[in-house]
C-alpha cells in the first residue's frame, strides 16, 4: 500500500516464534530442517469427543493457572524478538508500533464470563466489580494482546489487531507495511497469536473440517486440517533505520497484497479468484513477477478445498513456468506445526524469512501422492540445502472468502 | 488522486440512514431506554431492535443466514451502495473493496457458539452455522460475497477507533491503485458483555451504549468518472492517527493534513463534553462548532468512525459546516491512539476527474 512519497524499504531484524515445535525459532529451524512434525495427541483437554485427533499444541508450554494461555504465547514470542532485534532502550518510545493478528485471541478466558452472563448480564451483588471477571473481559478483547506487547516492550506508537482468521497476521505484516512506509512508525513488533482452545477445535470439529490422521497438503490423501498454536512475531523496520542502528537484517518485506473471493463465506473460490488477485497486487507492490519466485510458503491446510483451491491459483499463476517444467518449489508448513489460524501468515512468513538466512527449502511432512499427480515439487520430506533463495512468496486464505500473500526477499541492500 | 465519499448508509437505535441521524441529532434522544444490570446501577442503552425495513430480507436471498452483527454491516453497506447509484452485480464492485473495523465484533455469536457440551464423549449443542459468524471478519466477507465485491478486503479489532482504522488503511490503499472504491466503516452489534463496561460510577457512565454500523463508500474521482457518478456526498481530504493526548494529537492532524483552522467548522469529537480536554479542543480551532455526537447517537464503539462521518454528513448544509468548507471527525481508539477524517464539501460539479 505505497503512500504517496518515496516509499521506506521495510525488513526483517529479529523473529520470535513459540509453536509446537518449541518455545522459541531455533525449534522452528531445527523442525523446519528434520522435516519433523510437531504434532501428537491433545494433552490440554480431552480429545475423546472428537476422536482422538492430533494437535499442534505447544506442551512445553508451563500451564500457568493465572495467566491467559494466548498471552503467555504471545509473551514469550515478545520477548525473544526484541532479544533477537537487539532492541534496547534506544528502541522504545513512539515510534515503536505494534501489529498483531488473530483469531479468537483470549477465547478461552471467555467460557467463564459466556456461561455466566449469558442469561443474566450482571448478577447482582457487585460481580462484575470483582476482581475476576473485568479482568478476563479486559483479556478476551481482541487488542489486547496488542496492549500487552506494547507494554511489554515500550512501544508508544500505533496499536492495532486485525481480526481476519487465518489471514490474520499476514494481513497484520502488510497493515505493518504500509504503517511504516507512511512514516507512522519507525519499527514495529508485527505478527499473530493463537492459543489452542476447545472453543475453535470443537468448531473445526463440528464443520467437518478435522483431519483423522496427519495433516497432509497438497496430498490426495488429505481429508482436513490439524489445529496448532503459537506466536509468532517479526521485528520490522525501515531499512533507513535498520542501517543506522547497525543491525543484523534477515530479509526484506519487499510487498504485499489482499483480496476477496466474494464467493461464499467459508468455502473457498474453486478457481482460486481471490488468490490470484491477492498475489498479484503483492507481485506488483515489491516489482517482481511470478518468473522470480524461488520458493511458495502455500497456506496448505490439508483440507480438500483449501488445497485444491490453491493448485489452481498457482497452476494459472506459474502457468508458463509450469508449462516449462520449472514450477518453483511449494510446501506447506502446516503439516509440521499444525493450523495456527491467528498465527499462520506470520509463522509462514517466518519459514521464508529462515528459508533465506539458512538457505533452505522448508518442507512439507507427510506428504506422498501429489494432489492432482501434479508434476511440482512440495519439498516432501526433510528442509533441502538450497542456495540462491532470493524472491519468496508467502500465501494465506481464510474464512469470508480472505485471501493474503506476501513477498519475502533476501535483502541485498539498498 | 482525489477520493469523494459517494454513499453512507448507517444503522441505529435512532434508525436507519443519514436522515434518521440528522433528526435524533435534533431531536431529544428518544431512541435510549433505561435498564438496570444490577440494583446499583442504571445504564441508558440503545438497541436497533427488529429490523423492519423490507429491503433488509428483499435485497439478498441469504439474508436469512447472516447473523445480526453481519446483517447490521450489510444493511449499512446497501445503503451506501445504493445512495451511490452502485446497484447489486454493477461491474464496478469487481474493482471495490470492503475495510470494516469493530471492537467487539463476533462476541454474540462466540457466546452462542460457546453453548456447547461434552457429555458422554460426544460433543452436543455445537452448531456449524453458529461457527460460521464467531469470526470478526463476518460482515466484510458477507457483504464481498453478496456484492461480489474482489478487492481488498480487511477487518481491523483495534478497539473504538477501527471504524477510522480502516478508513486510514483504505486511504492507503485507494491511493496506491489496489481498488477504484473501499466500502469502509464499523459495524458493532450489542452483547450484554458491554455492561461490564460500565461501573456504578455515575460519572463514568459516559455516552448511552449503543450498537449498529455506519459504512461509507469511498472512491477515487476517476471512479467516479468511469461509473459516470452523481455528486458526491463529500471530499475526503484524507485522514491522520496520533496516539496520546486529544489537544496535541488535533494539532498535529490538522498540521498533517495541511488544512487552515480558519476552514474548520465542524470538529467531531468521540470524547464527551464531561471530558476537559474537549473544552480546550474550542482553543485548537476557533469559530468552529465542536460536537460530541455520541451524546445523541450513543456509544458505537468500533462502529463509531462509521457513524460519525455519517452524521457530519448529515450536519453539511449548502455553506458548509458553520459556514466553512471544512469538518473534521475524531475517532479514539485503544492505547490512546486518536484517528481523524478531513472532510470537504462538495465543490458544485464535482464527481468527475476533469471537474474535480
Not at chain 1, 473440517?209 to 489445529?227: I, K, N, Q, S, Y
Not at chain 2, 461490564?196 to 449503543?210: N, V, W, Y
Not at chain 2, 468500533?302 to 452524521?311: E, F, N, P, R, Y
Amino acid at each position: 500500500m505505497a503512500g504517496p512519497h518515496p516509499r521506506p524499504r521495510v525488513v526483517v531484524t529479529g523473529i520470535g516464534a513459540v509453536s509446537a515445535a518449541g518455545p522459541d525459532r531455533a525449534a522452528v529451524l531445527g523442525a523446519l530442517k528434520a522435516g519433523r512434525s510437531a504434532l501428537g495427541p491433545i494433552e490440554l483437554f480431552d480429545g475423546t469427543p472428537y476422536g482422538g485427533q492430533l494437535a499442534g499444541e505447544a506442551r512445553h508450554l508451563p500451564r500457568n493457572a493465572g495467566e491467559d494461555r494466548a498471552l503467555q504465547l504471545l509473551r514469550i514470542a515478545t520477548d525473544e524478538v526484541v532479544r533477537d532485534a537487539g532492541w534496547g532502550d534506544a528502541e522504545r518510545g513512539p515510534e515503536t508500533a505494534v501489529v498483531l493478528g488473530t483469531c479468537q485471541g483470549g477465547i478461552e478466558n471467555a467460557k467463564p464470563i459466556h456461561r455466566d452472563y449469558l442469561r443474566r448480564p450482571c448478577p447482582d451483588g457487585d460481580v462484575a466489580e470483582g476482581a475476576e471477571h473485568p479482568r478476563a473481559f479486559a483479556e478476551y478483547r481482541p487488542g489486547a494482546g496488542a496492549a500487552q506487547v506494547a507494554e511489554q516492550i515500550g512501544a508508544g506508537g500505533p496499536r492495532s489487531t486485525v481480526g481476519m482468521v487465518c489471514v490474520s497476521s499476514s494481513v497484520a505484516l502488510i497493515h505493518a507495511i504500509d504503517l511504516l512506509r507512511r512514516g507512522e512508525a519507525t519499527r514495529i513488533v508485527a505478527g499473530g497469536f493463537e492459543s489452542f482452545t476447545q472453543f475453535v477445535f470443537t468448531g473445526f470439529h463440528c464443520i467437518g473440517a478435522m483431519a483423522a490422521g496427519p495433516l497432509r497438503p497438497f496430498d490426495e490423501r488429505r481429508d482436513g486440517t490439524v489445529l496448532g498454536e503459537g506466536a509468532v512475531l517479526l521485528a520490522l523496520e525501515t531499512a533507513e533505520a535498520a542501517e543506522a542502528r547497525g543491525a543484523t537484517i534477515l530479509a526484506e518485506l519487499a510487498g504485499g497484497g489482499f483480496a476477496a473471493d466474494a464467493f461464499h463465506m467459508t468455502a473457498p473460490d474453486p478457481k482460486g479468484g481471490g488468490l490470484e488477485r491477492a498475489i498479484r497486487q503483492a507481485f506488483a507492490d515489491a516489482g517482481v513477477g511470478p518468473g522470480d519466485v524461488d520458493y511458495v510458503s502455500a497456506h496448505g491446510t490439508g483440507t480438500v478445498f483449501n488445497d485444491g483451491m490453491e493448485s489452481v491459483a498457482f497452476e494459472r499463476l506459474f502457468a508458463e513456468r509450469a508449462g516449462a517444467g520449472d514450477m518453483p518449489p511449494i510446501s506447506g508448513v502446516k503439516s509440521i506445526f499444525g493450523h495456527t489460524l491467528g498465527a499462520a501468515g506470520a509463522l509462514d512468513a517466518v519459514a521464508c524469512v529462515l528459508a533465506i538466512e539458512h538457505d533452505m527449502l522448508p518442507p512439507t511432512t507427510a506428504h506422498a501422492e501429489p494432489l492432482r499427480d501434479l508434476p511440482w515439487d512440495f519439498v516432501a520430506g526433510p528442509g533441502r540445502d538450497r542456495e540462491g533463495l532470493d524472491v519468496l512468496l508467502s500465501t494465506n486464505s481464510a474464512f469470508g472468502g480472505n485471501n493474503s500473500a506476501l513477498v519475502v526477499r533476501r535483502w541485498a541492500g539498498r | 488522486m482525489r477520493l469523494f465519499i459517494t454513499g453512507a448508509g448507517t444503522v441505529a437505535p435512532v434508525g436507519l440512514g443519514v436522515d434518521a441521524l440528522r433528526a435524533a441529532l435534533e431531536g431529544d434522544g428518544t431512541a435510549f431506554v433505561e435498564e438496570s444490570p444490577r440494583a446499583d446501577t442504571t445504564v441508558k442503552i440503545g438497541r436497533v431492535g427488529r429490523i423492519k425495513s423490507r429491503k433488509a430480507s428483499d435485497c439478498y436471498k441469504r439474508w436469512g443466514q447472516l447473523d445480526t452483527y453481519s446483517r447490521y454491516g450489510f444493511l449499512a453497506a446497501h445503503q451506501a451502495l445504493e445512495g451511490a447509484g452502485v446497484a447489486m452485480g454493477d461491474p464496478a464492485l469487481t474493482d471495490f473493496g470492503v475495510m470494516l473495523g469493530t471492537s467487539y465484533g463476533c462476541m454474540e455469536e462466540n457466546q452462542k457458539f460457546d453453548r456447547f457440551e461434552v457429555r458422554e464423549d460426544k460433543v452436543h449443542g455445537a452448531s456449524p452455522l453458529v461457527f460460521k459468524g464467531t469470526v470478526d471478519n463476518a460482515p466484510a466477507g458477507w457483504i464481498a460475497v453478496a456484492f461480489r465485491i474482489k478487492g481488498p478486503n480487511a477487518t481491523f479489532v483495534s478497539g473504538d477507533g477501527a471504524a477510522l482504522e480502516a478508513l486510514w488503511s483504505a486511504e492507503g490503499v485507494l491511493r496506491s491503485g489496489r481498488a477504484r472504491g473501499v466500502l469502509v466503516g464499523g459495524v458493532e452489534r450489542f452483547v450484554d458483555l458491554h455492561l461490564l463496561l460500565r461501573r456504578p460510577d455515575e460519572s463514568r457512565q459516559g455516552s448511552p451504549l449503543s450498537e449498529g454500523a455506519g459504512v461509507l463508500l469511498v472512491e477515487t474521482d476517476a471512479s467516479l468518472e468511469a461509473r459516470d457518478a452523481g455528486a458526491p456526498l463529500v471530499e475526503l481530504l484524507g485522514t491522520a492517527r496520533r496516539r496520546g493526548d486529544l489537544v496535541p494529537a488535533l494539532v498535529a492532524a490538522i498540521d498533517r493534513l495541511g488544512a487552515d483552522p480558519t476552514d474548520i467548522g465542524l470538529v467531531s469529537l468521540a470524547t464527551p463534553f464531561t471530558d476537559d480536554r474537549c473544552a480546550a479542543a474550542f482553543e485548537v480551532v476557533p469559530g468552529a462548532d465542536v460536537v460530541a455526537d455520541k451524546e445523541a447517537l450513543g456509544e458505537f464503539h468500533g462502529a463509531w468512525g462509521g457513524v460519525a462521518i455519517s452524521a457530519a454528513i448529515a450536519r453539511l448544509t449548502p455553506a458548509g459546516w458553520n459556514g466553512r468548507p471544512l469538518a473534521l471527525v475524531h475517532a479514539f481508539g485503544e492505547g490512546d491512539e486518536h484517528f481523524f477524517a478531513l472532510l470537504k464539501r462538495p465543490e458544485p460539479g464535482a464527481g468527475s476527474s476533469e471537474e474535480a
